[in-house]
């Protein structure tokens, strides 16, 4: 990267000149890399809500403008044209493929869906009312513990088959995190499905009966699944690439993701909107909940509202809440209690002037809870298919990290406002 300007910092009779780079698209960065070997200062940004941690050509967000682009392509054309598979192609690939790349790269991931049949004993150690997430974060974690020739993180080969694995294995394995936790037989991939349709044949299929996938539910799945996929540096993707700057092998990284998008701010949003919408039950309780959120001494929020980086509107809340409409239509539930709450909701917290001045809009969790729960998911199973969904992205922005010639150990520093030194007392001499 070349600077086209600089920043200078006086203070402390200092004067620092900065690299400014130009992306090309969104906000210039300041290269602070040389300011405390030059001004002996850390800079301080709890949260990161304005630093840059690393540079990618994967995806670009405009929070202002509802803008995401994956690989320059924008979400909404992606969701209306493509599925899954090609955006997981796209995503790690950097291109569209063309239509050999494409049968090539399905046929791989589709003939690495099953995982090792030892792995079944996994599950037998945990209890049958375990969230699936956790179930997930230690069948992800110990993968490493099966499949060695996939560990290298310097051999680019191995890099390419633990990202086809992850990217296949991930739905069977939340799939049987589903079919555990009810007490039904794990039902295996078939090859003749596609990957919305096998997932959906994994959890709901019994070995007593034919298990016809709906299509309509199919597409609606794989869109839920290329809305959440990637999403630039949020909270899970950062850890992803924090666990990957020690070396550590891929299995453990994406473990490391999936314990991270398990909380309610975060990929644990769309259980918690759920369990808002059957709380508040009918529309005119909406108004309590309102005041409820907008009170400052009550730790209550609307979830599924607000987001770190859109501040006008999560273009994926407009197309789940398309998809919405047409799977309840198809489910003949267009009148479902929730989702009258939910539009009821939506409505009035946009025309409230607390939620427009803190910009809080509808964002990715607001109406795919509402899809997953009429597919028949429980919520407990809506973060392991955000986590299934997004494992492409954290793969994805995993193997560019590790491509990077710059990439170093992360280690980021504090403001220490802690004791200085004192000597130790011994106990009979304190109190
Ligand atoms: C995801 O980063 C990503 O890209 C994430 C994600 C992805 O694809 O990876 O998009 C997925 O995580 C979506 C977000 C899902 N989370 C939720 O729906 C949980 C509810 N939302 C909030 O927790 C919150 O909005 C966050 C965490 C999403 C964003 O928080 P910010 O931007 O850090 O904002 P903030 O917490 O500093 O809040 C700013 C103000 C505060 O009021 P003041 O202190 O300024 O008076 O807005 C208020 C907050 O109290 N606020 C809310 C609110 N969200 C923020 N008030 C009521 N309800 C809310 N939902």
């Known amino acids: 990267m070349e600077a086209k300007k600089t920043a200078k910092l006086s203070f402390d009779g200092k004067e620092i000149e900065l690299p400014i780079y130009s992306p090309t698209a969104g ?24 630093t840059a941690a690393c540079d990618s050509t994967i995806t670009f967000i405009d ?55 030892q792995m ?7 209890r049958r009312d375990a969230h699936p997430m956790a179930t997930l974060v230690g069948v992800v974690g110990a993968m490493s513990a099966f499949y060695h020739d996939s560990l290298d993180i310097n051999d680019p080969w191995q890099r390419e088959v633990a990202a086809i694995r992850l990217i296949a294995k991930l739905p069977t394995i939340a799939a049987m995190a589903y079919k555990y936790s009810i007490g039904q037989p794990f039902v295996y991939p078939r090859n003749d499905l596609d990957y919305a349709a096998n997932f959906l044949h994994m959890c709901f299929a019994v070995p007593a009966e034919k298990y016809n996938v709906d299509p309509i539910l199919a597409r609606a799945m794989d869109r839920i699944f290329i809305l959440h996929a990637d999403h630039e540096q949020n909270a899970s993707t950062s850890t992803v690439r924090l666990a990957s700057s020690s070396g550590a092998n891929p299995f453990a990284c994406i473990a490391a993701g999936i314990a991270c998008l398990w909380g309610p701010a975060h990929g644990g949003a ?14 005119d309780r909406i108004p309590e909940f309102i005041a409820r959120a907008k009170d400052k001494n009550d730790p ?17 809340a407009t197309v789940m809440k398309q998809s919405a409409d047409e799977v309840l239509d198809l ?37 795919s809870g509402i899809i997953l729960e009429a597919t028949g998911f429980p919520t407990s199973m809506f ?23 710059q990439m170093k150990i992360g280690r980021p520093r504090q403001l220490y406002l802690g004791e200085t030194h004192r000597d130790y007392v011994d106990i009979e001499n304190r109190g």
């Open 27 to 50: 906000p210039d960065v300041l290269d602070i890399r040389k300011l405390y070997a030059q001004g002996d200062v850390f800079t301080y940004d709890p949260g990161f809500t304005s």
């Open 63 to 117: 929070g202002d403008e509802g803008i995401l682009l994956h690989r320059g392509y924008p979400i909404g054309q992606l969701a209306a044209k493509s599925h899954y598979l090609e955006v997981c192609y796209l995503l790690l690939y950097g291109e569209l493929p063309d239509a050999k790349q494409l049968e090539d790269f399905e046929t791989r991931v589709t003939r690495h869906t099953m995982v090792h049949e």
């Open 120 to 126: 079944h004993n996994f599950f037998r150690g945990f």
């Open 270 to 283: 769309n259980q918690a909107c759920l369990e808002m919408l059957k709380e508040i039950g009918s529309v």
């Open 300 to 316: 209550f929020r609307l979830m599924g509202f607000g987001h770190r980086v859109y501040k006008n509107f999560d273009p994926r």
């Open 331 to 367: 489910l003949g539930v267009e009148n479902n209690p929730l989702l009258q709450v939910a539009k009821e909701l939506e409505r009035i917290a946009l025309q409230d002037e607390y939620f427009a001045e803190k910009k809080l809009f509808p964002n990715v969790d607001f109406y």
């Open 383 to 405: 973060t392991p298919i955000f986590a299934l969904s997004r494992t492409v992205g954290w793969i994805s922005q995993w193997k560019e990290q590790i491509a990077d010639p």
